[in-house]
């Protein structure tokens, strides 16, 4: 069996390897040749679907609940305020810079070590699952929401985004809505009540000032921001719709569907959702993995950016080595030191969980 030093040693090694291979997202094939390697290396079954792969804790009994451990391995495209090369991993003043080196290839290859740490161990109280999966970042068809049907059922996942390790027991869920607005077309120098720019203006003002009822303890209100407005090609032609995107940030007090109906009830306008599986997760402050992390020290808040906890069902929290405000950013790092922290918590974390 492997040292805690030594797998992190190799698992430094594989994020440099990552960040070194382009996996944008949708694209992510060569860095899922990277992750199978690491796998066989160590001797540990796996299964791969589309770029995604997931392996079982060798003593794996149905009888025991399942504890699933998840990152991804697709990045952004790296964006022009670039100084580094970003498909370079480069060591200095104690950090490694690399696209996907923060978000979230630190926390994955945490997860990963971790997850062959505990690989082998004889009567752990729970199953361990780890899924390494794809189109995170793109919120895609055929990332660890495609994989979902093939896992059996879980009782609490990790999700490995930066959070400084400290833990993030509620995420915001996502709805984005297209609204077309309808009114008359005319000539703008004739008289027209029925223009569809200013029958936006009271929406808008609705989506502005409306507040839900139910405010989450962790997440607080649920969000609403109309982000975009189109309407007309001629300074002289009153359009016939005028189109809005709107932005909604949702709390765990409410499902996405229940959102939507509200606005529906309230909105004259034909409404359109982008998805509506993309909700708000949480996991209970009394969950023993909770209160595991609690006994470590760590603080516990509500996260606002969404992550693939958004396609899970069961009670899930994020944690990992890194810092979120690094993520999608220009020259991003991520300090050597957080991963040999975030290896550390995650097996102080779990050790105390299966007790």
């Not at 405000?325 to 991003?332: G, M, N, P, V």
């Amino acid at each position: 069996m492997k040292t805690i030093n030594q797998l992190t040693e190799e698992a430094i090694a594989l994020l440099k390897k990552l960040i070194e291979t382009e996996s944008f997202s949708s694209q992510e094939d060569q860095t899922a040749l990277l992750l199978e390697q690491w796998f066989s290396s160590n001797e540990i079954p796996f299964k791969r679907e589309n770029n995604n792969i997931w392996a079982y804790n060798l003593n794996y009994d149905e009888s025991k609940p399942n504890l699933l451990l998840n990152s991804h391995h697709d990045t952004v495209k790296p964006n022009q305020g670039y100084t580094l090369n970003p498909l370079e991993a480069i060591k200095k003043d104690g950090k490694l810079f690399g696209l996907g080196s923060n978000d979230a290839g630190g926390c994955l290859v945490s997860l990963m070590a971790t997850f062959t740490y505990f690989y082998a161990f004889e009567n752990l109280p729970y199953n361990l699952i780890i899924a390494t999966t794809a189109e995170e970042e793109s919120s895609g068809p055929i990332g660890l929401n495609s994989i979902l049907k093939h896992l059996p059922e879980i009782e609490c996942a990790i999700v490995g985004e930066p959070t400084e390790m400290h833990l993030a027991i509620a995420e915001k869920g996502l709805l984005v809505l297209d609204i077309i607005v309808p009114g008359t077309a005319s000539h703008a120098a004739h008289q027209n009540l029925d223009n569809p720019i200013y029958n936006a203006l009271p929406i808008i003002d609705w989506f502005k000032t409306y507040e839900f009822d139910k405010k989450s303890e962790v997440l607080g209100p649920v969000k609403m921001t109309v982000t975009q407005l189109n309407a007309g090609k001629q300074h002289n032609v009153v359009p016939s719709e005028c189109s809005l995107v709107v932005d909604i940030r949702v709390n765990d007090c409410y499902s996405n569907l229940e959102i939507l109906e509200i606005i529906s009830e309230n909105v004259n306008a034909q409404i359109t959702p982008r998805s509506l599986h993309l909700n708000a997760s949480f996991i209970d402050k009394n969950h023993a993995l909770v209160q595991s992390g609690i006994s470590l020290g760590r603080n516990t808040y509500g996260s606002p950016t969404l992550s693939d906890q958004s396609v899970l069902s069961c009670q899930s929290m994020k944690l990992g080595p890194g810092n979120s405000l690094r993520s999608h950013t220009a020259d991003e790092f991520i300090y050597l030191d957080e991963i040999k922290e975030g290896i550390d918590l995650y097996i102080k974390l779990l050790t105390n969980f299966f007790k």
